[in-house]
């Protein structure tokens, strides 16, 4: 599958570059779409975040460096794994082994190792997938929005969840100003440069936006619009990795370079029969 060799070829890349700087940009154009898809495309295959993943490479090659008998600083092996304070290197270090840099070099202490990632997907085809492509002019949004740094780890996946239950209070506001589709509650992240994103909680409107709520333009796109069913949030990450694990390989789309957006209708979230949509931006190969 073009595909999946493209998403290897990006790990390629990454291999090459963990000495020194990985750039993301270009990992993710070798993948064929922005940083952003990039980036959560890699979590929800590998079940693990693309800064981990790095992370826990480099502190794997270290802890070799470390071991050979060739006298090498630790400073020296820092800089080289891209760690400019020996203090960060080993924090990291220590977060990956659970010892420090220095008793790395002792005989017989224990450190953990973890293998590149190689991509392979296999369509099982067990259990169906529902979908239906959608095509839509531009449309605005209005909500609550929050900022989010793709480059501090995990600042989102904890974030994004803590910021949902907060904004119980403006969920009413939302749906007074809700007027047309998708109709729901929308969670969307607007990042395409991929470095940082505004990750809103919205409703699609034409109304207004009121004092102190943010107002975004979707443009005009083709979707991939998925149901979901499920309690959440396991029902949708789920769903997610299905998306881009088995829909999206063989379907004939690639990633747009628009917002995802998760649509969330009014019921209870914890139920085995709750609904909501996922709508994927998506272009023709």
């Given amino acids: ?42 979590s929800y295959i590998a079940d693990i975040p693309l ?14 460096a470390l071991q050979q008998e060739r006298g090498e600083k630790v400073i020296d092996i820092a800089l080289r794994y891209g760690y400019d304070s020996p203090t960060a290197f080993a924090r990291a270090f220590k977060a990956v082994h659970g010892v420090s840099p220095s008793r790395a070099r002792e005989k017989g202490v224990r450190l953990s190792a973890y293998p590149r990632i190689a991509f392979h997907v296999t369509i099982k085809g067990e259990v169906q997938m529902e979908y239906r492509i959608v095509e839509k002019e531009a449309f605005r949004i209005v909500g609550v929005k929050r900022h989010y740094d793709l480059a501090v780890a995990q600042e989102a996946d904890i974030g994004i969840p803590a910021f949902w239950s907060e904004a119980g209070g403006v969920i009413p506001k939302l749906c007074e100003l809700m007027d047309r589709s998708p109709e729901g509650i929308l969670g969307v992240c607007t990042c395409m440069d991929g470095s940082d994103f505004d990750y809103y909680i919205a409703a699609a409107t034409t109304k207004e936006a009121p004092e102190g709520m943010a107002q975004y ?19 949708i990450q789920r769903l997610q990795k299905r998306i881009v694990s088995e829909w999206l390989p063989t379907s004939g789309y690639t990633y747009a370079d628009a917002p995802d957006i998760e649509c969330y209708t009014d019921g209870d979230m914890s139920a085995p029969d709750y609904r909501c949509e996922v709508w994927l931006p998506v272009v023709k190969k």
């Fill in 1 to 42: 599958m073009e595909w999946i060799k493209r998403l290897n070829a990006s790990i390629d890349y990454i291999e090459r570059h963990l000495e020194g700087r990985v750039d993301y940009q270009r990992a993710a154009q070798i993948a064929c779409c922005s940083v952003f898809h990039y980036q959560r495309m890699f």
């Fill in 51 to 64: 800064g981990e993943y790095i992370r826990r490479r480099r502190m794997t090659l270290a802890a070799f």
């Fill in 217 to 235: 333009e979707i443009p005009a796109c083709t979707w991939a619009v998925f149901p979901c069913l499920g309690p959440m949030p396991g029902a």
